[in-house]
């Protein structure tokens, strides 16, 4: 049976993904750590299986208000890319002691274009939004999937990234009113269902494509992100995380 480590999957897509897999799942939400913690996340990849199959990468929280914690990092930025690139770099050898390695990122790729990364300003020091630091974690994301294959070009782990659109995950309540009466409205009218949302996640769990990275819009194959942006991704994480 295959072992699956899903990060934020106590609620939402991870959850119901969780519950759909034949497997050995491993659901991690807040309570098993802080992944807005760069100390929480690597104590927690220290008490994970020594044999990971596939490795879920779907924890995430995001604030109106600029929050940095305690050891200096904007929160978004911090459970968004950092704590995803942590696991996915920490779980590495365990996932290369599968036969079928996979790892795949709930992420926003091939989605709205707005945002950018803020090379000068990762922590959003100037012009904080819940908007800006939202759309600055997906382009991040987007490039720590093409950041790890061009970092680790042997390695049999296949990298999926794949953006499930508008979902009816229950994210509203990250919201204040009248935002959170609108969002989970719109939601439930124009969102896919949590366990709907999980059916083709599930497929590429069970059987990874063959590609080393593979970018996924609800299932229709979109470009790849930049390799050269993705190295200065790479780059810029490390040395943050120093
Ligand atoms: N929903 C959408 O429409 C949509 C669209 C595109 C992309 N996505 C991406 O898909 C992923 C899943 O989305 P979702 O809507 O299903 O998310 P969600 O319902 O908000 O679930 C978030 C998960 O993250 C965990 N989490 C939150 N804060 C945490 C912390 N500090 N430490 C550890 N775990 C924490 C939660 O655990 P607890 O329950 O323990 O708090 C929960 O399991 C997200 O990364 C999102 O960016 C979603």
Known sequence: MRTVVIAGGTRGIGRALATSLDADVIALGSADADLTSVRETRDLIGRLPDRIDALVLSAGSFSRRR????????????????????LADGLRPAL???????????????????????????TLTR????????????????????????????????????NPLFVDSGMHVHFDQPMRALVGGAAKVLGMSARRAAEPLKALVDVPPADCLTALRRGVAVPLPDASDAARMYDVIRTTLK
């Open 67 to 86: 929050i940095v914690t305690a050891e200096g990092h904007e929160r978004t930025f911090a459970i968004g890319v950092l704590a995803r690139y942590l």
């Open 127 to 162: 012009g904080y939004s819940l908007f800006a630091a939202t759309m600055q974690v997906a382009r991040a994301n987007d490039l720590l999937g093409a950041g790890f294959a061009g970092e680790y070009p042997g390695t049999p782990i296949r990298y999926v990234l794949y």
């Open 96 to 122: 290369e002691r599968s036969p079928d390695p996979m790892i795949l990122n709930l992420c926003g790729v091939g989605g709205i274009r707005a945002g950018h990364v803020h090379w000068d300003d990762l």
